[in-house]
Each structure stands twice: as C-alpha cells, then as structure tokens.
C-alpha cells in the first residue's frame, strides 16, 4: 500500500521541471501539515485546556471568546488550504497551490498577531516557513514580498500592544516598537540567504539546461551527419555490388559469346563431323555452365539483399571440378597454366552446388588477378580423413601482405581498383563454407603466390543408383507457365523422357484444361508469376479437385517467393529457378513414385547424377 502510495506521488503532471520536483515535496508537506494541524489542536484541547485558557486565550486583548474563534478558526483554514493545495497539486497546478496555501498561512498569522499581539506571538518559526517555502517554490519575486508582508504584520501586532496600554508616554510607546529593526534586519538577513541560494541554483538550472539543449542539438547533428555517412557507405556498397554484379555478369556473357563461336565451324567447308560435333558439344557445355555461374550470381545478389536459406544438395566435389574444367580454362588467360587433381573414387559434399561453383570462379578470377605475368594455378581435391574433404586452391601470383590477410574475408573489402569487384566473393566463400561445418584457411605472404585450404565434411551416402522407370503407363504432367518458350522446352524434356504432358498458359486456362480431362495429372506443375494468379493461390484452387496429387512449384526464390507464407500443403513442393530439364524430369518422377505409393525415393546425389549422365 505504501508502496502505491509513494508512485502515486511521483507522478505529478506539471509541466516545469523545477516545479515538478518541488511537487514531490510539496505534496508531503500538505499532507503532513493537513493531518497535524487537526490533530495538534484536538491533543491541546483535550489535553492542554487549562494551559490554553489560562496561558493565551485570558491574556488575549480581545477576550478569550474571540480569541478562541480567531484561533480555531484559522487553524481551519490552513487546513483547508493543505488538502486544497494538495487536490490542486494533483490536477498539475502547482503554484496556485502553494500560492494558496502561503496566502492563508500569510492572513491566519495577520488575525493572530492582530488579536493576541507581538508580545504573545513573537516571530515564530511559522513566519521563518512560509518565508523559506515562498522563495524555494515561487521564487525571488514572491520570496520579498512576503518579507515585506511579514514586516507589516509585526509592525501591526506592536501597534496592536500598545492600543491596549491606553495612557503611554511617548517614551514607552517607542520603547514597544523597539523589536521591530531587529526582527526586520534578522529576517531580511534570512531573505538574503535564500535570495542568493536560489538565485544561484536557478542560474546553475539555467546553465545546465542551455547545456543540455546543446548537447542535444550537437547530438542531433552527430546523428545527421553519421545518418550521412552512412548513407554514403551505403550507397558506396551498392556502387560497388552494382559494378562488380556487372562485372561477373560481363564475365558470364563473355564466355558465353566465346562459346558461341564454335557455330562458324559448321559453316566452313572443312567441316569434319566427329571432331566438330565434340567441339560443338563441348562448346554447348560450357554454355550451359556460364549459365549455371550467371544463375548463381543473380542467386548471390538475392541472397545479399533478401537473406534467403541456402538451397543445399548432396553431389559429388571431384565430377564437380571436372565438368568446371572448360570454364574455368576459359576464365585464365593462356600464359597461366590450370591442373585441376580430383581422385577417381567420389567425393560427396552438401552443399548449395552453385555457390560451390561461383566459389571456385571467384577464387580462380582471384588468382587470376593475382597473375599477370601467368604462372600456375592448381586446384586439387583429396579425402583428408576420413569425415572431410580437402580442397586446395593454389597459384603462383603476387601473394599477399599480412595486413590484407587481415580483411581479406570481411565484406566489400577489395584490392581491385573500382569497378572490377564486389569484394564480397570471399565473404560468400567464407560464410558458405562456415555454414557447411567446414574451414577455410589461407597461406600467403608477397611474392610467394596464394594457397587456400579448405575442410568440408564429407557425406555419407552412395552416388550409384539411377531413377527406376515407373512400372505402367505414362507419367500424366499438367504443365502451367505463361512463359511460351520455357513451356515448350519443359514440355518436350519432359515427354522425351516418358511423360504425357497438358499444357495451360494462365490460372484460367488451367481450370478449362482440367475440367476437359478425363483422367486427373499425376502430377502438377506451375509457375509461380503468372498474368492472372500466383502459383500458390492456384494451387490452392487447384486442391479443391486434386487434394492429394503432388505438385512442384517453379519459383525464382527460395522458400517464400517473396510472400510472408510457405505452401499450405504436404503434396506441394518447390523448385528454384534457373534449372535443367532434367532435374525437373527427374523430380516429376519422383513425386509421381511418391503419389503411387512407391517406396524408391530419388534423392539430391541421383538427381545430380541425371544431371551428370545428361
């Protein structure tokens, strides 16, 4: 209760802060003073009469009658006044509060020297208060006035005394006023001392406010300009994740335009087809691999930008760097020479294969850099126990200092001049391989070329195996894109390898293709942006016929395509764009083994080798 109690008296809502803690204060005095004034009197007069009678009521010059009413009439009053100036404090008016109740202590003590006299009253310590509270609550102004009001009323009481001594020489009248110069020098001395002492701490408050305001204002100016900078920071790191995008991106369509070039081969007349057509296919290889490095760059930008997961899968890290090896030769100029040490056996990791891939392009276009005059560049895989797989990337170039090795994962941190690097290449690497469980360390010092070291865990699990063809008929597919081109591709791939496929264009026109079919899809597929819906809300429309038939859900991100929800459904599941057809073959096969109830389930290593043996 006193607990309550005491919060509910520090909450005052009064504007000043001066006055708002003065409240707190206040607001005790009242209370006390409300509750003593009473009872003190009720104590004397039970207990005390024959002392009040005989003491002060019978020596008053009124009379005892008038004064007992003067005095228990202004002991009413100052007690109105606490729990009036109480109720007043509470509803936030401060002053008129204190102005109030120094107001009747002021008159109560003007009656009472009026009626019982300077000789009985004296200057009292009651005086002395409302003095003291005038000048710490109300300030200098009201602080001299009541000096000056209390002077007048000690004046008064001493012409009071000498009315009632009718018959006074002149003498003994001045003789009566002979108290007053040194009750006003002594409390003129006390109005000094408080005057300064306010006046002191009210300029300190002063000070300290314009302080405070200063401070908050250079506060303030510090916030703007680290708001500034950091803006600029910011868009300094877009400047530089822009032109480095650009520049990977540049790499990509450069390699692609290179591989394209192989074409003129079948335009010339010494056209030789064994040898050609392997160039032609090599050449269609390392197309689809500068896509697959372009796809994982976009997929780096949404990562950086949106913090998706990683799309993680099990495949084998040495077919990995041996189907890189085309690229990667395209990527190094022909004074540096690449030997690429893989084992015969498989070396199976989980990882995100692309930014595996993009890892390795960043690291050789490192050491590319690092190259200019060429060199050697080797990247060699080996089982380093037997729960890890090693990873050495190696080069001859320039080396680096101990200060760059320092920062050398830490994010936008490049040597590169402006323009031709993100410097976040490494910082992927290292989260990446972080996030994998494994390590990555790197050895270096100027002039002695780079080594990084890398420690994956090694997965267990067989790479052998292949998708088992499903016993019956053809796989029913219901293909949904609105894409054309892309619907004809993932059309054809898939009848190729076993499926018959209905093709809608729209969320509408799927409804039409469905309501004509005889026999319901054993599998769905849909694009997730299309003109007239999304994929998740069609699927969803789609339930209402197919409740349990598996669907596969084309999407351009992760896990939520941007969207605050996943799938509503066990039977669906996603599919990140870009992809090979094959791995969306192999992924319907799947989902219609698992919609038959077959217990085989395809798991990443025999997607990956699908991809492999494509």
């Not at 204190?98 to 310590?125: C, E």
Request: aromatic share 6%; with cysteine.
């Amino acid at each position: 209760m006193f607990q309550r109690l005491l919060a509910r008296i520090n909450q005052v809502h009064v504007a000043d802060p001066v006055d708002r803690r003065n409240a707190v204060f206040m607001q005790w005095l009242l209370l006390f003073e409300g509750l003593r004034t009473p009872l003190n009197k009720i104590y004397l007069l039970v207990f005390d009469w024959p002392f009040l009678q005989k003491g002060f009521y019978d020596k008053a010059r009124p009379g005892p009658t008038l004064a007992i009413g003067v005095d228990l009439g202004t002991d009413l009053a100052m007690t109105v006044a606490a729990w009036f100036g109480l109720y007043l404090i509470r509803k936030g008016k401060f002053r008129p509060a204190v102005t109030q109740y120094l107001a009747v202590l002021l008159g109560s003590a003007a009656l009472a020297y009026a009626a019982f006299g300077y000789q009985a009253m004296g200057a009292n310590l009651t005086m002395v208060k409302i003095l003291a509270l005038s000048g710490l609550m109300l300030g200098r102004r009201a602080l001299w006035m009541t000096y000056f009001t209390e002077i007048l009323i000690f004046a008064m009481s001493m012409v009071t005394d000498r009315l009632f001594h009718a018959g006074l020489m002149l003498r003994e009248v001045l003789e009566g006023f002979a108290a007053l110069p040194i009750s006003a020098v002594g409390y003129l001395l006390i109005t000094i001392i408080l005057d300064r002492s306010i006046n002191a701490l009210r300029e300190s408050l002063t000070e300290s406010n314009a302080h405070r305001q200063q401070l908050q204002l250079e506060i303030a100016e510090r916030e703007r300009t680290q708001e500034q900078l950091l803006h600029a920071q910011k868009m300094d790191a877009v400047g530089k994740l822009a032109s480095g995008i650009a520049h990977d991106i540049n790499n990509v369509l450069g390699i692609i335009l290179g591989f394209t070039m192989e074409r003129d081969r079948v335009e010339r007349g010494d056209y030789v087809p064994n040898q050609d057509s392997q160039a032609l296919a090599d050449a269609l290889d390392g197309v689809e691999l500068a896509a697959r490095r372009g796809a994982a760059v976009c997929r780096k930008l949404l990562n950086f930008s949106r913090r998706d997961i990683t799309h993680t899968e099990t495949f084998d890290a040495a077919e990995t760097l041996r189907e890189l090896r085309p690229l990667l030769r395209k990527l190094l100029p022909t004074n540096v020479d690449l030997t690429i040490n893989t084992p015969p056996t498989p070396l199976s990791i989980h990882f995100d294969r692309s930014q595996f891939e993009l890892a390795l392009l960043n690291l050789t276009s490192n050491a590319r850099d690092a190259m200019p005059d060429g060199g050697t560049f080797t990247l060699s895989l080996a089982q380093d126990d037997s729960s890890n797989v090693a990873l050495t990337i190696q080069d001859t170039g320039l080396g680096m200092s101990a200060e760059v090795r320092q920062h050398l994962f830490e994010p936008f941190f490049t040597t590169k001049p402006t323009g031709s690097g993100t410097g976040l290449g490494l910082s992927v690497v290292y989260g990446l391989v972080r996030r994998a469980g494994g390590t990555i360390a790197v050895d270096s010092s100027p002039g002695n070329g780079t080594t990084f070291d890398i420690l994956l865990p090694m997965t267990a699990g067989s790479m052998a195996g292949a998708v088992l063809p499903l016993p019956g008929e053809r796989i029913r597919v219901m293909l949904i894109d609105d894409d054309d081109d892309l619907r004809g591709v993932l059309s054809s791939a898939l009848e190729s390898g076993g499926c018959e496929v209905s093709e809608a264009a729209s969320g509408a026109e799927a409804g039409r293709v469905l309501q004509q079919m005889t026999t319901p899809p054993d599998v769905l597929i849909c694009d997730h942006r299309m003109p007239d819906t999304d994929g998740s809300t069609l699927l969803r429309k789609l339930r209402l016929q197919l409740p349990t038939v598996p669907a596969i859900l084309i999407s351009a991100y992760h896990e939520t395509d941007g969207s605050s929800h996943g799938l509503a459904d066990a039977f669906s599941e996603r599919l990140l764009k870009p992809f090979a057809p094959s791995v969306l073959l192999a992924r319907v096969r799947t989902a219609a083994r698992r919609g038959q109830g077959v217990d085989e389930v395809v798991d990443d290593v025999t997607q990956n080798q699908l991809i492999a043996n494509r």
